[in-house]
Nanobody, 122 residues
Framework: QVRLVESGGGLVQAGGSLRLSCVAI????????MSWYRQTPGKQRELVAS???????NYAESVKGRFTISRDINKHTVDLRMNNVKPEDTAVYYC????????????????WGQGMQVTVSS
């Protein structure tokens, strides 16, 4: 069974850096797109950054120039490097894997990580 395991969340001061990591495990052949989303209380979950199988990144306007997404295709991992963080980056961050090809049962699926808190203090 596929699981996404996240790590790296926590408390950071404004202007500092943090790296979030996520690994997908469990009978995976390939993953088309891996992403990071975030959510704050009372708001919808929003896309922060995504990266395709061809390693083409896409960023929310609010994080462009500050965050960098990267992945290891073979290890099924995705990282989010967060630089110059701001208090408004405070949220629960979720890893997402879309187009996950598995053999048992055969098909393509989407999975979410459990989420982890990132808090930026001013």
């Amino acid at each position: 069974q596929v699981r996404l395991v996240e790590s790296g969340g926590g408390l950071v001061q404004a202007g500092g850096s943090l790296r979030l990591s996520c690994v997908a495990i469990g009978g995976i052949s390939k993953i088309y797109t891996m992403s990071w989303y975030r959510q704050t209380p009372g708001k919808q979950r929003e896309l922060v950054a995504s990266i395709t199988e061809e390693e083409e990144p896409n960023y929310a306007e609010s994080v462009k120039g500050r965050f960098t997404i990267s992945r290891d295709i073979n290890k099924h991992t995705v990282d989010l490097r967060m630089n110059n963080v701001k208090p408004e980056d405070t949220a629960v961050y979720y890893c997402n894997a879309h187009g996950v090809v598995v053999t048992t049962p055969p098909g393509q699926y989407m999975y979410w990580g459990q989420g982890m808190q990132v808090t930026v203090s001013s």
